[in-house]
């Protein structure tokens, strides 16, 4: 009597079961781990704009000096925070966002016209925008927002959204200078 050797392994059918649960199982996941990278760096991206408005407000109640903070400045996805030195063609100026005319660190001069206290440039994570007035810390922390370099109380509250892609979320400053993300 002859006796049939028994294959050990895998049949064809196995295989493309097991292929086919594979496939099926990164066609779902992926989109699902792609959304939740989009998720996680949107929210990094309002911690970064939640830290400029709170170092912003920090440094004018330190430095006994308003300070200002201008989304898409000098270009979009960027942040600066910056003096205000009380002289109009320093604070208004055109080009108050460059870097190279207004360095970081400021110099320490006695002209009350140079800023010694304007902040980096920020790039904002992945480019994302921002949408909604700059503001204005005081010097006892409370906000306003500029409108034609004009600094105004805020009644209540005024809001930033942030934009990328698809992603949006918002900043909501009140006028005591209190900052919540939502």
Known sequence: MTRLRR??????????????????????????????????????TTRVVERELQTA???????NRPMRVR????????VRIIEVTG???TDSASNRCDESVFPYPGP???????????GPITRLPLLATVSGPDLQFSTRGTAMTLSGGTAKAIAGSTSL????????????I??????TIK
Request: glycine letters at 8%; hydrophobic letters at 40%.
């Open 7 to 44: 294959a050990e392994g895998f049949s064809l059918a196995d295989v493309v079961v097991a292929t086919a649960i594979g496939a099926v199982m990164t066609a779902v996941s992926v989109p699902v781990a792609s959304r939740m990278v989009e998720s996680t760096q949107m929210a990094t």
């Open 87 to 89: 002289v109009t063609a």
């Open 161 to 172: 959204t942030l934009t990328r892609k698809t992603d949006t979320a918002t900043v909501t």
């Open 108 to 118: 320490a001069d006695s002209n009350p016209a140079t800023p010694a206290h304007d």
């Open 174 to 179: 009140n006028g005591l200078g209190r900052i």
């Open 57 to 63: 407000r920090l440094k004018a109640v330190s430095k």
């Open 71 to 78: 989304f898409n400045c000098p270009g979009p996805g960027q």
